[in-house]
């Protein structure tokens, strides 16, 4: 988080900002906290501002307001090229030229009575709980790939490899599964070996994670 210089006005008798008065008996005003005059200076390029609750709120909300809606703009593009991001079993892609930035981990839980169709009679193998019970597994495998793909461009990285899925049993007799995967990330140097389109949404999907984490540093609870 950018942090905009903080200076205290000691026995201050007017706003630096409005110039409200500040002082007297029946006098309610007060300069707004070191965060909201924070918040408000780094998106609106006045360092070193400050704000009395007069003139400040307003902005205050507003500069929330545009936070949270550029937040949630960039999350759906997000959620539109996260799947660009090879996640593969491959140890060694052939003609990859990459570095090996970190181990990743997925997990997810599915559903109660997943284990208890998965043991159902062999006729309702073709049918409909077996159906369900892949619907479940399809449903947490796709959640692992996303943790993937997220903690991989979280920590600069553009691809996965030796990635392996397990399954295991938890909650005894409750019937729920968990889906565990792990694997490599790496940032591909010769990207443009993905092809032209993916290279592309690859470095788009970049930029505008860094993005949304850098707005995902300001407090809006404030």
């Known amino acids: 988080m950018e942090t905009i210089k903080y200076k ?7 706003c630096p900002n409005c110039q409200v008065k500040m002082t007297g008996m029946f006098n309610n005003n007060f300069l707004l906290s070191k965060d909201k005059n924070n918040l408000i200076n780094v998106f609106s390029g006045n360092p070193e501002t400050q704000y009395c609750n007069k003139c400040g709120e307003d902005l ?4 929330r307001l545009l936070i949270t809606t550029e937040k949630n703009n960039l999350l759906k593009e997000i959620e539109k090229l996260i799947f660009k991001i090879p996640v593969i079993s ?10 090996i930035l970190d181990m990743i981990t997925g997990q997810t839980t599915t559903g109660t009575g997943v284990i208890s169709e998965f043991t159902s009679t062999f006729s309702d193998i073709f049918g409909v709980q077996s159906e369900r019970f892949n619907k479940k597994l399809k449903n947490g495998e796709d959640l692992c790939f996303t943790q993937l793909r997220k903690k991989t461009i979280d920590i600069g990285g ?3 490899i030796a990635t392996d899925i397990d399954y295991s049993e938890i909650g005894g007799d409750k019937g729920m599964l968990m889906v565990c995967m792990g694997g490599t ?5 010769n990207l443009e070996i993905l092809g032209e389109e993916r290279s592309r949404d690859i470095t788009r999907l970049t930029e505008i994670n860094s993005r949304f984490n850098y ?4 407090p809006l609870d404030l």
Do not use: C, G, R
Not at 90 to 99: G, H, S, T
Not at 215 to 218: G, H, P, R
């Open 185 to 189: 990330a790496v940032k591909l140097k």
């Open 60 to 63: 205050y909300l507003e500069t």
């Open 90 to 99: 491959i140890q060694a892609p052939l003609n990859w030229d990459y570095e």
């Open 158 to 160: 553009n691809a996965v």
């Open 215 to 218: 707005l995902s540093t300001f």
């Open 8 to 14: 205290k006005h000691f026995n201050m008798e007017n």
